[in-house]
Structures are given as C-alpha cells and as structure tokens.
C-alpha cells in the first residue's frame, strides 16, 4: 500500500511541475519523455517512480499546451465582432447587468469557432442558462491586473477554462432554453416560492450552488465569522447527504416491504453516490465538490468489492483525479483549501484514542481545521476570523443536520407537490441563523497577514502540523514559535535616506505607495467601479499589506475623480490612516476627514517630501491636484495627479528636476507640455492607464514627445505594478516590474 502512495505521490508532483514554469517547453518534449518514463521503468530501482513523475508531467504538459490554444486569436483581441454562443451555468445578476459564460461559441455567418467567453452585458436584458444568442460585443483576451499580493485573476480565468472576455453592446436572443437547463429553472421557481421570505434568496446557495443570491452585505457577515464555506454546495454537504441517503436506504430495505433479495449495500451505495451526484451537479461541480463526490465514489466502490483502503488513500486518489481532470485546478485558493482541510483531519485525528463525547470530537475536528488552515489562508490572501472556531462548531451542525435537509426535503415536495411551506421553513432558519452570525460579526474583527515568503511559510506550516501531532504536548513551545513569522513577517524596507515608490496596476486610475525606513505614504488609491468592484479593497490593500505596512503615515488623494479617490474609503477601513490630505477635502467620502492641500515639506528617514497645490479652488477638480515632490534632484519623483497644461505652467517654478516622473492625468493629450517635460527632465515617466481604455491614454502624441527628448517610458498597462529604488547616493532604479517578476505560463504577455 506504501508503494501505491508513493506511485500516486510521484504522479501528483508530475502533474504539478509545470504550474511553476514561466514558459511552457515546446510542444514535442512530452512525447520525448514518453519513451524515457518506459525506459526508467524498466532499469533503475526507483524508476516506477519517475516514470510516473514524467507521466503526470507529460500529461500536464500536454494539457496546458492544449488550453493555451483555445485562448481567444491575438487578431480578435480588442475587437468588435458579432458572435452567436450558449448561456452556461447560471448567468449572474450584477448592480449594472448580466455576467455570465458563454459556450459554444462562433462568429455570425461563419464557421469560425472562439474559445468560452466570460462576458458582461452592461444594462441587458435578463438571460438563462442553456439560451442561444447573437451578440455586438468587444473581446479581449483573458488579461488582468498585475500587483503583488493581490488576487491572479489570469490564473482564475484559466483555471475555469475561459478562454477571453466580453462586453456586450447589443444583443438578440436567437432560441430560449433546452430541457437540458432546467438548473436555472429551478432558480426561477424557487426564487418564486421564497419571495415571501425576507432574504429568503440565500437558501439558493445551499441549493443550488448560486453565490450571486448572498449580497455584499452577507459575504462580509460570512468572511468576518469564517462561514463562507457553509454557504455554498461544499464536500461537507454532499458528503453529509450521501450518509444520510446511504443510511435511509439501509434502513427501508432492513423494513422488508421492497422484496429486495440481494446485499444491502447493492443497493444503498449506488443509490447514495447517485444522491450525491445529482447535488453536486446542482453545485456545477466545483472544485470542493468535485473531492466529496470522488471519495463518495471510491469508498462506495470498495465497500462492494469488499476492500478496505485505508482513508489517506482514498484521499490521496481523489486527489490525484482531481488534478489528472483538470491540471489547471491546483490555481483555485478552493482546491487547496478543501483537500487541506480532509488531509489535516486525517492527519490530525487518525489513529487517535478515542475521545469520549461527541462534541469533544466534535470540537477536535473544528480546533485542527482552523489551526491547520490558517497558514493556507495566508498563502491565498484570505483574511482570518477569530471567531470562526467557536462560531462553526454551532453553524455547521445546523447547516448540515437542520437547514439543508429541510431545504432539500422541502425542495422535493416544491417540484413533486408545489407546497412550498417547508422550503420557506429552511429560509426562516437560514435566516436566523444569519441574525446571530451578523451579531456575532459586530465583535469579531477580520484579521489580515502578509505573506512572509516561503521558508517562513514551510516553517508556520511544520509547526502547525507538530501542534496537530501527539508530540504537541512535548514540543508546543518550539511549535509555537514556529508560527511567528506569520504575526510578524520580516518584510525588508528601504535604509535610511532611500525611498522605495510602487506605481499599482489599477487599470485606469492611480495608486502609488511611498515607502521610506520607517514611514508610509499612499497616493491615491484607485476607482470604486459602479459595478461595484473596489479596486482600493482588492489590489491596493493587499498590495500594501504585502510590503508590510501596518498602518500609513498620510494618505494623499490628489483629488476627489473616483479614479483617483474612490477606493481610499476601503484602504481607510483596512489601515489606520495618520493623517489625510487632498486638493479637494470637501468632495470626498465622510469617512475620509481630509484637510487642504497646502506648500508644505518635511523629511521622513533622510527623505524630503514636498506637497505643492496646483489651483485654487474656483478650478476644476484635475486643477485643483495636490502634487507630491519626493526626494532630491538626483533621484527624485513627482507625482503630479491629473494635471493639465495651465497647471503645469503654473507650477513650472516651483518644480525641481526628478528622475521618475508619472505621467499627469494619465499621459492625456491635455497635459505633458515640451516646457513642464523640460523643467523636470526625468530619466522614466510612468504611465498608469487601463489596457485599450476608452480615453485612449496615454495620447500618442505625447508618448513621442517624452521619447523625443530621451525619456523611458513604462506601462502599467503592459508591466503590470513597478517599483522604484530612488537614492541619492547610488542614483535611482528600476527594481521591478510586476508582470515579468511574477511571471507564468498563464499570463498574458
């Protein structure tokens, strides 16, 4: 049997080499390797397991090549093309329209086939699942933003096998759905029957796996109580169903009225792994589903050949099928932390004594899977819950033993009878539940940790693996300790009299954080987009929280434009913020309490700062920018905000020559005078702009004018974040881009 773990253990490494290459090999080299797996099988003692290491590899390998040519043809990308495609799944109502995939996907009036879009319909008319359309859309291919410590929207575009993206500009619904999408009617009828029901949508994703039905407002109760898991189709769940379906089987067949002859279990396994596999469909086979369902099938199916494989085996093999499905999978934070949490469990509590009480082991199971985690969480930027041990040794009996059967139950009695009464009985419950998880909210703060590399990682990870161990009581101190590095990672910092500037890739928009030896500065801090998606939430605090800031210093909001202001709230809600100024105090949010821009200047650790107004305030709101002066004139910045040509005029005495200059109002044709380029005569100009944005930023006109007089210029657009080195001793840098620092296979170049 320890052969066959290792046999599984090699396939497994195979399988997931290739997520770490930053290109692939050329198409030939697997099947190169093919005919060397053989021959390592058949001469070297441990060949068996490198010929199944170069097998897993091969076949990812293999893979991987395969997808990349489905992504969406360069020619195609930032075009306007009518297309005609299938809804899939369950489309995704937003506050501005519809999201949803699109499959089987082809040009009109041809026979050119596209790879499976994700697409948004800004303001569009309502859509199911399984209805065939002709749309007027704009593709791209699947690109995203590029930041340090931020969410890889590339690698989740790749892991659910999209191959571009879409925007609707008109549509026309070609023919309604098949037979085949009754999931998404269900939605609709459900929703109907809940409609009386205060949130009684939620039940939905229990039901039906449909996250869209939880608001905003839920999925903060769920992150700041660590039940966000319960609240979609989990393992859990289908696990919990399959044992109850198995057991209820087992029991009317012991009753003796069904005249059934054969072993029970004939019976009971398959019926309970078809349960299973009809929720995990309505669950659309997510990755955590995709485990329970395996491992219901592997223990159904040796329990009828009457084997008995031992539990880390079962889940070693899940595993692996997992993975030998889709080598993609590995790129979704829900692979790791499902097959984690079984691991640990097994790890944690397998050949054990036994405990007396249920809820003693019950409380054992929740103390390993929230210690066990917590490292994994890290590694995925997810934030922790203090609360969330004590809060799911309540929740998840009553998801699983109370709520979801009755939901079900009343489920089937909606669709077989149309008496909804006990469906809307499961969403009261639901609902209450949710009372007491929001008040227990109100006092649980969500923790947030820097990911502090990776040999400190490898070490947080052995120490919880030794506190989870019988050698707890004997090495909890050294265990402890082993977790440090999480609480305070060492993050490295500029010396003194150098400052470090990290321009963020936030689309169209602007982000810059200032890092001196001891001190913190943010300025701007990206759009809240009207689609609700918060680009200070999601790239700007992780970024920050990446280079180890705890707190900032001053917050700079150049002006109140949303690109520029719009998710400074949400960075004020994450970090304790010193000090907040902005050229426009009194247009922004209330939880913002600015005061004006005003000439000041002041050093931090050896650095000089100067702020410098650029209008009064009878001008308009780029006028009105605050500018920030950085350092001396041999490395120094300026960071001008959105600026135009009057301003820059204005302003030309006061400038001092600086190195690094980011471009004002995103390099428009408005702005970047010969005179103001003249007077700061930098050595790089940054340009942060959103790929193909509709502005068409930065101007061409401009872009030649900087490099006419002997100025770099850098892209966020293309370079994803950059991070500069300005020192006056050793003159500036450029230390980094992010896109070819962090760079994979996946990613767009």
Same mark, same amino acid.
């Given at each position: 049997?320890?052969?066959?773990?290792?046999?599984?253990? #090699?396939?497994l490494?195979?399988?997931l080499?290739?997520?770490?290459l930053?290109?692939?090999?050329?198409?030939?080299l697997?099947?190169?390797?093919?005919?060397?797996?053989a021959?390592?099988?058949?001469?070297?003692?441990?060949?068996?397991?490198?010929?199944?290491?170069?097998?897993?590899?091969?076949?990812?390998?293999?893979?991987?090549?395969?997808?990349?040519s489905?992504?969406?043809?360069?020619?195609?990308?930032?075009?306007?093309?009518?297309?005609?495609?299938?809804?899939?799944?369950?489309?995704?109502?937003?506050? /501005?329209?519809?999201?949803?995939?699109?499959?089987?996907?082809? =040009?009109?009036?041809s026979?050119?086939?596209?790879?499976?879009?994700?697409?948004?319909?800004?303001?569009?008319e309502?859509?199911?699942?399984?209805?065939?359309?002709r749309?007027?859309?704009?593709?791209?291919?699947?690109?995203?933003?590029?930041?340090?410590?931020?969410?890889?929207?590339?690698?989740w575009?790749?892991?659910?096998?999209?191959?571009?993206?879409?925007s609707?500009? #008109?549509?026309?619904r070609?023919?309604?759905?098949?037979? /085949?999408?009754?999931?998404?009617?269900?939605?609709t009828?459900f929703?109907?029957?809940?409609?009386?029901?205060p949130?009684?949508q939620?039940?939905?994703?229990?039901?039906?796996?449909?996250?869209?039905?939880?608001?905003?407002?839920?999925?903060?109760?769920?992150?700041?109580?660590? /039940?966000?898991?319960?609240?979609?189709?989990?393992?859990?769940?289908?696990?919990?169903?399959?044992?109850?379906v198995?057991?209820?089987?087992?029991?009317?067949?012991?009753?003796?009225?069904?005249?059934w002859?054969?072993?029970q279990?004939?019976l009971?396994?398959?019926?309970?792994?078809v349960a299973?596999?009809?929720?995990?469909?309505?669950?659309?086979?997510?990755?955590?589903v995709?485990?329970?369902?395996?491992?219901?099938?592997?223990?159904?199916?040796?329990?009828l050949?009457?084997?008995?494989? #031992?539990?880390?085996?079962?889940?070693?093999?899940?595993?692996? #099928?997992?993975?030998?499905?889709?080598?993609?999978a590995p790129?979704?934070?829900g692979?790791?932390?499902?097959f984690?949490?079984?691991?640990?469990?097994?790890?944690?509590?397998?050949?054990?004594?036994?405990?007396?009480?249920?809820?003693?082991?019950?409380?054992?199971a929740?103390?390993?899977?929230?210690?066990?985690?917590?490292?994994w969480l890290?590694?995925?930027?997810?934030p922790?819950?203090?609360?969330?041990?004590?809060?799911?040794?309540?929740?998840?009996?009553?998801?699983?033993?109370?709520?979801?059967?009755v939901?079900?139950?009343?489920?089937?009695l909606e669709?077989?009878c149309?008496?909804?009464?006990?469906?809307?009985?499961?969403?009261?419950?639901?609902?209450?539940?949710?009372?007491?998880?929001?008040? =227990?909210?109100?006092?649980?703060?969500v923790?947030?940790?820097?990911?502090?590399?990776?040999?400190?990682?490898?070490?947080?990870?052995?120490?919880?693996?030794?506190?989870?161990?019988?050698?707890?009581?004997?090495?909890?101190?050294?265990?402890?300790?082993?977790?440090?590095?999480?609480?305070?990672?060492?993050?490295?910092?500029?010396?003194?009299?150098?400052?470090?500037?990290?321009?963020?890739?936030?689309g169209?928009?602007?982000a810059?954080?200032?890092?001196?030896?001891?001190?913190?500065?943010?300025?701007?801090?990206?759009?809240?987009?009207?689609?609700?998606?918060?680009?200070?939430?999601?790239?700007?605090?992780?970024?920050l929280?990446?280079?180890? =800031?705890?707190?900032?210093?001053?917050? =700079?909001v150049?002006?109140?434009?949303?690109?520029?202001?719009?998710?400074a709230?949400?960075?004020?809600?994450?970090?304790?913020?010193?000090?907040v100024?902005?050229?426009e105090?009194?247009?922004?949010?209330a939880?913002?309490?600015?005061?004006?821009?005003?000439a000041?200047?002041w050093?931090?650790?050896?650095?000089?700062?100067?702020?410098?107004?650029?209008g009064?305030?009878?001008?308009s709101?780029?006028?009105r920018?605050?500018?920030?002066?950085?350092?001396?004139?041999?490395a120094?910045?300026?960071?001008?905000g959105?600026?135009?040509?009057?301003?820059?005029?204005?302003?030309?005495?006061?400038l001092?020559p600086?190195a690094l200059?980011?471009a004002?109002?995103?390099?428009?044709?408005?702005?970047?005078?010969?005179a103001?380029?003249?007077?700061?005569?930098?050595?790089?100009?940054?340009?942060s702009?959103?790929a193909?944005?509709r502005y068409g930023h930065?101007?061409?006109?401009?872009?030649?004018r900087?490099?006419e007089?002997?100025?770099?210029?850098?892209? /966020?657009?293309?370079?994803?974040?950059?991070?500069f080195?300005?020192?006056?001793?050793?003159?500036?840098?450029?230390s980094?881009?992010w896109r070819?620092?962090?760079?994979?296979?996946?990613?767009?170049?």
């Amino acid at each position: 049997m320890s052969d066959l773990r290792l046999l599984l253990a #090699s396939l497994l490494a195979g399988l997931l080499l290739p997520l770490c290459l930053e290109q692939l090999p050329p198409w030939w080299l697997p099947w190169l390797l093919l005919p060397l797996a053989a021959l390592l099988w058949r001469t070297l003692a441990a060949g068996r397991y490198l010929a199944f290491l170069l097998l897993g590899l091969c076949w990812a390998l293999l893979f991987h090549q395969q997808a990349l040519s489905q992504r969406l043809a360069h020619n195609h990308d930032n075009q306007q093309l009518l297309i005609e495609g299938r809804v899939a799944a369950l489309p995704e109502q937003t506050a /501005t329209g519809w999201r949803f995939q699109l499959e089987a996907v082809h =040009v009109s009036h041809s026979d050119e086939v596209l790879p499976d879009l994700r697409m948004h319909w800004w303001g569009g008319e309502p859509i199911a699942a399984g209805e065939v359309w002709r749309f007027e859309a704009k593709l791209r291919r699947p690109r995203g933003m590029s930041n340090p410590g931020a969410f890889d929207y590339e690698a989740w575009l790749y892991a659910a096998a999209t191959g571009g993206l879409g925007s609707v500009r #008109s549509g026309e619904r070609l023919s309604l759905p098949t037979a /085949t999408s009754w999931r998404d009617e269900l939605r609709t009828r459900f929703a109907a029957a809940l409609a009386p029901v205060p949130q009684g949508q939620r039940l939905l994703a229990l039901l039906l796996g449909d996250k869209s039905s939880l608001g905003d407002a839920d999925w903060e109760v769920l992150q700041a109580t660590g /039940t966000s898991h319960l609240m979609v189709i989990s393992g859990l769940h289908v696990g919990m169903l399959a044992l109850a379906v198995f057991w209820l089987t087992r029991q009317l067949l012991r009753w003796g009225r069904f005249g059934w002859s054969w072993p029970q279990l004939w019976l009971s396994a398959p019926v309970a792994l078809v349960a299973a596999g009809l929720y995990a469909w309505l669950a659309g086979f997510a990755v955590p589903v995709q485990r329970a369902l395996l491992m219901c099938a592997l223990v159904c199916l040796t329990q009828l050949c009457q084997r008995r494989p #031992s539990a880390p085996l079962v889940w070693l093999v899940a595993l692996v #099928s997992v993975v030998m499905l889709n080598p993609a999978a590995p790129l979704r934070a829900g692979f790791w932390l499902s097959f984690v949490a079984v691991g640990l469990l097994l790890f944690g509590l397998g050949g054990r004594l036994a405990q007396r009480g249920i809820w003693a082991r019950w409380g054992s199971a929740q103390w390993v899977v929230y210690l066990g985690l917590w490292p994994w969480l890290v590694l995925w930027g997810m934030p922790s819950s203090i609360s969330a041990f004590g809060v799911n040794l309540l929740a998840i009996p009553c998801i699983s033993l109370l709520i979801l059967p009755v939901a079900l139950l009343g489920a089937l009695l909606e669709v077989i009878c149309g008496w909804p009464e006990l469906l809307r009985l499961a969403a009261w419950l639901l609902g209450w539940l949710f009372d007491g998880l929001q008040w =227990v909210a109100n006092f649980s703060p969500v923790l947030h940790f820097a990911f502090p590399g990776w040999v400190a990682w490898l070490v947080v990870v052995l120490g919880t693996l030794i506190l989870l161990s019988p050698l707890a009581r004997l090495l909890w101190l050294p265990a402890a300790m082993c977790l440090l590095p999480l609480l305070w990672p060492s993050i490295p910092r500029p010396s003194p009299g150098v400052a470090q500037v990290t321009v963020l890739d936030v689309g169209q928009g602007l982000a810059v954080h200032v890092q001196t030896a001891q001190h913190d500065l943010l300025y701007d801090a990206g759009a809240r987009l009207s689609s609700g998606f918060d680009l200070g939430e999601a790239v700007v605090a992780p970024a920050l929280l990446a280079s180890g =800031v705890k707190h900032l210093d001053m917050l =700079v909001v150049s002006h109140a434009d949303n690109d520029h202001a719009g998710g400074a709230p949400a960075v004020a809600r994450r970090l304790p913020v010193t000090r907040v100024v902005s050229g426009e105090p009194e247009r922004l949010a209330a939880v913002l309490p600015a005061e004006p821009c005003v000439a000041q200047s002041w050093q931090w650790d050896g650095v000089g700062f100067a702020l410098l107004p650029a209008g009064e305030a009878t001008d308009s709101g780029n006028d009105r920018s605050c500018l920030l002066q950085i350092g001396g004139q041999a490395a120094g910045a300026l960071l001008p905000g959105d600026i135009r040509r009057a301003g820059e005029y204005r302003l030309l005495p006061a400038l001092k020559p600086s190195a690094l200059l980011l471009a004002p109002h995103h390099g428009s044709h408005s702005s970047s005078s010969y005179a103001f380029i003249r007077r700061v005569a930098p050595r790089w100009v940054v340009f942060s702009a959103g790929a193909n944005n509709r502005y068409g930023h930065p101007h061409a006109k401009v872009v030649a004018r900087y490099r006419e007089l002997s100025v770099e210029p850098v892209y /966020t657009a293309a370079s994803g974040a950059v991070r500069f080195q300005l020192n006056d001793l050793t003159g500036p840098r450029l230390s980094w881009r992010w896109r070819e620092r962090a760079r994979r296979f996946w990613h767009e170049q």
